[in-house]
C-alpha cells in the first residue's frame, strides 16, 4: 500500500480560493487512479474529483467549474484547486489513491473551512 500526505487545508473566505496537494510515496504513483473525497459535518464521504491513469477526470456536480484536479508524476503529486469556495464546500478532504490489483489507499485528511 502506498502512503498518501495531504497538505493545504484551512480557513477561507467565501469566494475564495485554496490549493490542495497530497504527496504519495511507497509505490508507483503513475499506476494509481487518484481521486480526492470530502465528509462534512454530519454527511457521508462523497467524491470529489477523481483522475485516472489515463488522465480521464471526473468532477460531482457540486464542484464543476469551481474545482481542477491534477497531479505532476514527476512529483507523486496530485493536487486541488479550489475556487469560488461556498460554506457547504466547508468538509475535511481526503486523498485517494487505487490500483487495479493492489487495492486503495487513504489519506489522513486535511480540513477546509468556509466561513467569514
Known amino acids: 500500500q502506498v502512503q498518501l500526505v495531504e497538505s493545504g487545508g484551512g480557513l477561507v473566505q467565501p469566494g475564495g480560493s485554496l490549493t490542495l496537494s497530497c504527496e504519495v510515496s511507497?509505490?508507483?504513483?503513475?499506476?494509481?487512479?487518484m481521486g480526492w473525497y470530502r465528509q462534512g459535518p454530519g454527511k457521508q464521504r462523497e467524491m470529489v474529483a477523481a483522475?485516472?491513469?489515463?488522465?480521464?477526470?471526473a468532477y460531482a456536480d457540486s464542484v464543476k467549474g469551481r474545482f481542477t484536479i491534477s497531479r505532476d508524476n514527476a512529483k507523486n503529486t496530485v493536487y486541488l484547486q479550489m475556487s469560488s469556495l461556498k460554506p457547504e464546500d466547508t468538509a475535511v478532504y481526503y486523498c485517494?489513491?487505487?490500483?487495479?490489483?493492489?487495492?486503495?489507499?487513504w489519506g489522513q485528511g486535511t480540513q477546509v473551512t468556509v466561513s467569514s
Open positions: 485517494n489513491a487505487a490500483h487495479f490489483s493492489i487495492g486503495t489507499s
Open positions: 511507497g509505490g508507483s504513483f503513475s499506476l494509481y487512479a
Open positions: 483522475m485516472n491513469t489515463g488522465g480521464s477526470i
